[in-house]
């Protein structure tokens, strides 16, 4: 392709001889198609910050498009590229834009260009595929049949690839380091590190969970009852015992985390620290008028420190969950835990009140981080354009409901910044406000981590794209 000096467009040329796996040909028409689809607002597309900086996108010719920016951009490779740039198929999915999108037989049986097609697909179980004849690349991939299985646990998972044999791959594996250990030591398999870039991390909510307006909680018409006092957010940031939860539950799948943003390190603020004082804490929240009660809980005004804790069902999260009740009660607070299935926890359903979206608790906890050695799209998360919201479908991506007008500044700046030295300082302040601010309280930065037969090569495993995006590639030894 060609690319504009000063980043205003960008011209892409596509593979000729590429089919849909319904054999109709890719084009430029789906690019073009595909960028209508994510800007209707009905449609409540996930990815929709990707392209919100694209003026036009335009078909040059079948195999050519060009896209013109409303400003120069130094992101200009994120639109249509990576684990959220997919291209859907104009021919399937046209008569399903805007909100009829979710009716979209296509949500159930996705038809791509890559190297198996889909044969079956049960939500929450398995998805079955099988060898694309027609992949656009010659002698690939190796394998004639492909099952994925969902559902289970991470701990399920990596005992069936290291232990029982009857998988070959699982990864995401959010499993006690020493469990791990101990599975690969049976030599079936074994478990792969590998640089990773997403933390696991407490968000606070900054609205109030428990007060309904106009039919939601989690309003921005709402102020959380204690969490809208920064002492009070500081003081809950000192109760975190990260190191323990590190050396206990991770190990070598990962450090103490400080920032959200921790690879490339370009990006890091430099003498990043975290403290874990509970008497520190303590003494914060008397100073902020929560003092403790006659059963021992804080109390300020007659309104209770009683927090709700959610997060996803999985043995490391409800063990972190409980070391860190445990040190929170000591200081008095009261906390309430919850565990919510993750096909749930992370639904995009807005009729479901128990996604992590919906936010409908004081405290949740879960791993995120950037899909791009370029953390720009993932800092949007915490403008105030993203707040997730009954107008929004809780699409948006800004959870905790955080609103700061100079943040939104730095990130506009940073999202038209050329100059790469500039762009990166701009980066780092965003980096350290959202720690300042405690939006978030980091806990682990983790490293990619999967279990894999000790049979199976070619995943060439990457923190910047899902781990199957070398599929055609991967082969068995022996």
Do not use: C
Not at 262 to 270: D, Q, T
Not at 403 to 429: C, F, G, H, S
Not at 447 to 471: H, I, P, V
């Amino acid at each position: 392709g060609t690319l504009d000096r000063e980043g205003r467009w960008v011209i892409w040329r596509l593979k000729k001889g590429v089919a849909w796996h319904d054999g109709q040909p890719f084009t430029a028409d789906d690019v073009v198609f595909t960028w209508e689809y994510v800007m209707d607002p009905a449609t409540a597309a996930t990815s929709r910050g990707n392209y919100t900086n694209i003026k036009v996108v335009e078909k040059v010719d079948d195999y050519t498009v060009k896209i013109t920016f409303e400003e120069p951009t130094p992101i200009w490779h994120a639109p249509f590229v990576g684990g959220n740039g997919h291209i859907f198929p104009k021919h399937l999915i046209a008569p399903y834009k805007g909100q009829n999108a979710r009716n979209s037989p296509y949500n159930l049986k996705p038809v791509g260009t890559g190297p198996y097609k889909l044969v079956e697909f049960r939500p929450g179980d398995i998805i079955i595929a099988e060898i694309n004849d027609k992949y656009h690349v010659p002698n690939r991939p190796f394998f004639d049949r492909l099952e994925l299985k969902g559902g289970g646990d991470a701990t399920s998972a990596a005992r069936a690839v290291l232990q029982t044999g009857e998988y070959d791959f699982a990864w995401n594996m959010q499993v006690e380091w020493d469990v791990l250990a101990s599975l690969e030591k049976m030599g079936i398999g074994r478990v792969i590190n590998y640089p990773g870039a997403s933390t696991e991390h407490i968000q606070l909510n900054y609205t109030d969970p428990w007060t309904e307006v106009d039919g939601e909680r989690s309003s921005i018409k709402t102020k959380h009852p204690f969490f809208s006092d920064p002492q009070v957010r500081k003081a809950f940031s000192y109760t975190v015992n990260r190191k323990l939860i590190v050396d206990e539950l991770y190990g070598a799948g990962g450090q103490v985390g400080i920032y959200m943003v921790f690879n490339p390190k370009k990006y890091v603020p430099e003498g990043g620290k975290w403290e874990f004082n509970l008497e520190k804490a303590a003494r914060m929240l008397d100073e902020a008028g929560w003092r403790r009660g006659p059963d021992g809980v804080r109390q300020k005004d007659g309104k209770r420190m009683k927090v709700l804790f959610q997060t996803s069902v999985n043995p490391v999260r409800q063990k972190t969950q409980a070391i860190i009740k445990k040190d929170l009660e000591s200081i008095g607070v009261e906390v309430e835990l919850k565990a919510v299935v993750s096909d749930v926890f992370f639904s995009s359903d807005p009729g479901n009140p128990d996604t992590y979206s919906h936010f409908y608790a004081d405290m949740q906890m879960y791993t995120t981080g950037p899909g791009s050695p370029d953390p720009q799209a993932f800092l949007e998360k915490w403008t105030s354009w993203q707040v997730a919201q009954k107008a929004n479908n809780w699409s948006g991506r800004n959870i905790e409901r955080y609103q700061n007008p100079e943040y939104d500044r730095l990130w506009n700046q940073a999202r038209t910044e050329m100059d790469p030295v500039k762009r990166a300082e701009l980066i780092k302040r965003m980096n350290q406000m959202v720690i300042d601010d405690v939006v978030v309280i980091p806990i682990v930065n983790r490293n990619g981590q999967a279990a894999a037969k000790n049979n199976l090569r070619g995943m060439d495993l990457t923190t910047w794209d899902s781990n199957l995006w070398k599929l055609a590639y991967w082969y068995r030894t022996g």
